[in-house]
C-alpha cells in the first residue's frame, strides 16, 4: 500500500512541475516584461520534476531507496510549516494553505512509512541508513 502511495504522490508531482513550468510562460510573454520570476520559476518546476523521479524511482525498491522518501517527507513538513506560520501573519494568503495543506498528511506518511519499512529510527533515517543500527549495506554489482 506505501509503494502505491508513493508512487502516485511521486507521479503527481510530476503535474505540479509542469504546472509551476507551465506559470513562467505567460511571466515570459508579459509586456512589459517581468523581472526576476522567469529562472526561478523555471529552476523550481525542474527540481520538483526530479523529486517527481526520484518518488518514483524509490518506490520500486523501497527498503534501499527509502531516504529518498524519508527527506521527500522532511520537505513537505517543513513546507507546511512555513505556510502555517505565513498565512496568520500576513505572509501568504490563506488560499495557499488550502493548496499545499496536502503536504502535511503526505510527509507525514512518508517519514512514519520510511521508519516502519526499514524499521530505522528518524536520526537513523536522517543520516541515509536503511538499516536499524547500523550503515547503509554497500550497493550489488
Known sequence: MLKKFVYWTGMSDFLVGLGVWASAIPVALAEPPVIGQF?????LGTFLLMAAALLVWSSHDMP???????WQGLVRLSAISGIIYAVPNDLAYPLELLLIGWDGPIGL???????KVTGC?????????TTPGGATPPAAG
Open 121 to 129: 529510527s528518524f536520526f537513523e533515517l536522517l543520516q541515509g541508513k
Open 109 to 115: 506518511t512518508y517519514v512514519i512509512g520510511a521508519m
Open 39 to 43: 529562472v526561478p520559476l523555471i529552476t
Open 64 to 70: 534501499n531507496r527509502v531516504p529518498v522518501m524519508f
